[in-house]
């Protein structure tokens, strides 16, 4: 084999490789950072949501957003009842952080892994929340939850 077509080959193996890895929404490029994956499940189009997922990467986290056309069957099938909901379900590192929870909120609960938690939820859409900041509108107060395996919550924090 001549050297044109070995520098050819390799130049077309580099090229496949950097393809893939590198490709816009391919979750093997979280395979090369040591951010702590987030899998958020979202409405198409919703941009509160891409928000909140932008609040969370400014922190130790890298989000995949997941358009999905039966959001409230991602919710049911990890536990999160319609009292619970809001517009997105993440799942990081083995828990379920529903809606506008702050990232500092999400690293606390990682920190700390409570036993017989299910995850976090911040229900309804709270103006002030990350993702949900508005202008000129005053934030409103809310509790970041708790969501337990029996189903039970408690407040984690209030903003």
């Avoid at 040591?34 to 499940?41: A, S």
């Avoid at 919703?46 to 056309?69: D, I, K, L, N, Y």
């Avoid at 949900?132 to 509108?137: K, L, N, Q, S, V």
Wanted: net charge negative; glycine share 10%.
């Amino acid at each position: 084999m001549n050297n044109n077509k070995i520098l050819i080959i390799g130049l077309l193996v580099t090229a496949g490789v950097a393809a893939f890895l590198f490709w816009p929404g391919n979750s093997s490029n979280n395979l090369l950072s040591d951010k702590t994956q987030v899998t958020m499940y979202k409405n198409e189009g919703c941009q509160c949501c891409t928000r909140w997922g932008s609040h969370m990467m400014e922190g130790e986290f890298a989000v995949e957003e997941v358009p999905v056309p039966v959001l409230m069957q991602v919710k049911r099938d990890n536990g999160i009842t319609p009292e619970l909901a809001s517009c997105h379900t993440a799942l990081i590192d083995g828990y379920v952080v529903e809606g506008h929870v702050p990232r500092a909120e999400v690293e606390r609960l990682l920190k700390e892994r409570p036993e017989g938690v299910v995850g976090l939820a911040v229900p309804g859409m709270p103006i002030g929340s990350p993702g949900m900041e508005t202008p000129g509108r005053t934030p409103d107060n809310y509790d970041v939850l708790l969501v337990k395996e029996d189903g039970t919550t408690s407040v984690y924090a209030s903003y």
